[in-house]
């Protein structure tokens, strides 16, 4: 599958917690309507940052292949989405939205599966540091460091993909980990030494997930 995750800010007059719920209880089923081709669908709200986050949700998706995204990015352009754009501009900051494509890799616990209701997620964004290859191997020790500190039942990491003609992403990687049901859920979660590897923003997300009956015809 392909994958493309998206930091998305609020407009200005909308405090954050007014944004997520137009995310959740406007936006989202009227984008639904209209594309019908996503594989999996996550809005991931910022409940808390460190130090604070120019996006507001951190979105993923996920579609068959890279054509079936490029027909979304064409889509998106034409007037067919006309409606859907203007209701981006009742709460989004459209020009602020920063969207690039990933690779996902589970690092550590089962993978991904629907997750049916909202749940507590943790969130590591971090910058390009030295040696690609020395830092992503120090991103992988990490993350299986993090998951047994935390009790975390999976974590995932996401590295940016650089592609030709595409704007460069915001960040180089983001790494998520999911809290175990079974231990209490801390306000911000322990971390190994990160000096060297360009921690740039821990977040505290609540996850919501569309359901995979709603994601296709």
């Known amino acids: 599958m392909f994958k493309n995750i998206a930091f998305m800010p609020r407009r200005a007059d909308f405090t954050r917690q007014a944004f997520q719920a137009y995310y959740e209880s406007r936006h989202t089923p009227l984008a639904l309507t209209m594309i019908r081709n996503f594989a999996k669908y996550t809005r991931n709200h910022v409940v808390e940052a460190h130090p604070d986050t120019p996006f507001d949700t951190l979105s993923e998706f996920w579609f068959d292949d890279v054509q079936e995204a490029m027909a979304i990015g064409a889509f998106m352009q034409s007037d067919a989405s006309l409606a859907l754009r203007e209701d981006e501009a009742q709460f989004l900051d459209r020009p602020a939205i920063r969207a690039f494509p990933v690779e996902e890799t589970v690092l550590t616990g089962p993978e991904r599966i629907v997750e049916p209701f909202p749940r507590p997620l943790y969130g590591l964004i971090f910058d390009a540091v030295g040696d690609a290859d020395a830092q ?11 998951a047994q500190v935390n009790r975390l039942r999976r974590v995932c990491l996401n590295v940016a993909l650089q592609i030709p003609g595409v704007p460069a992403a915001p960040c180089h990687a983001i790494m998520l980990g999911w809290p175990d049901s079974s231990a209490p859920a801390p306000t911000a979660p322990s971390l190994p030494s990160m000096a060297t590897v360009g921690l740039r923003h821990r977040v505290i997300l609540s996850c919501i997930e569309t359901a995979s009956e709603r994601l296709r015809d």
């Open 136 to 146: 992503l191997a120090t991103l992988r020790q990490l993350g299986m460091d993090w």
